[in-house]
């Protein structure tokens, strides 16, 4: 069977839980945060460097865990032809952590909390989404078939 052959694929559900139920925790928090800095409440500023920080540390150690057990070097050895996505998650990933370091300089730097808001609403938007393309891209994998010749990239 798959899962036995390849058990760090597996592996992962068990391994993030708690990463994975702090990061939406965190993200419920920049989302309540960013409504209030759509408001001027100039007491927002201050959680929402707190939960920057918070959502960072979260967002580093979820991902890095998902490295470290290789599931998309397992997707991509049973898949090939999913490899372009693999490749564009990954980048995705950069992306969010680049944007998510940007904003919390910002948090420093503006008097301007409309701003600020809006930028926390386009991290938790870009987390979602690229939550979303990963779930994608798994659903793909799992359920393209025992040839996985239904898990081309240009299927869909």
Same mark, same amino acid.
């Given at each position: 069977?798959?899962? *036995?052959?390849? @058990? ?9 839980? /708690? ?5 939406? $925790? ?5 989302? $309540?945060? *960013? =409504? ?5 409440? +100039?007491? /927002? ?22 490295? +470290? ?10 898949? @090939? ?6 490749? /564009?998650? =990954? ?7 680049? +944007? %998510? ?7 420093? $730097?503006?008097?301007?909390? /409309? &701003? ?6 386009? %991290? %938790?938007?870009?987390? &979602? ?5 990963? *779930? ?9 078939? &025992?040839?996985?010749?239904?898990? $081309? *990239?240009?299927?869909?």
């Amino acid at each position: 069977m798959f899962h *036995s052959s390849n @058990p760090t694929l597996f592996g992962r559900p068990n391994g993030v839980l /708690a990463e994975t139920e702090a990061l939406w $925790r965190t993200l419920a928090g920049l989302r $309540r945060v *960013s =409504g209030a800095l759509l408001g001027s409440a +100039s007491q /927002a500023t201050i959680e929402a460097r707190r939960l920057l920080a918070t959502f960072s540390t979260n967002l580093s150690t979820y991902f890095d865990t998902a490295e +470290s057990r290789g599931y998309f070097g397992t997707i991509v050895a049973e898949c @090939p032809d999913l490899e372009d996505r693999v490749t /564009a998650i =990954g980048q995705a990933r950069e992306d969010l952590q680049t +944007s %998510v370091t940007s904003v919390r300089r910002l948090a420093f $730097r503006t008097e301007d909390s /409309a &701003e600020l808001g809006r930028r926390i609403g386009g %991290v %938790v938007e870009g987390f &979602e989404k690229h939550e979303h393309s990963e *779930s994608e891209l798994l659903r793909r994998f799992f359920l393209g078939g &025992e040839g996985r010749a239904d898990c $081309r *990239s240009d299927a869909s």
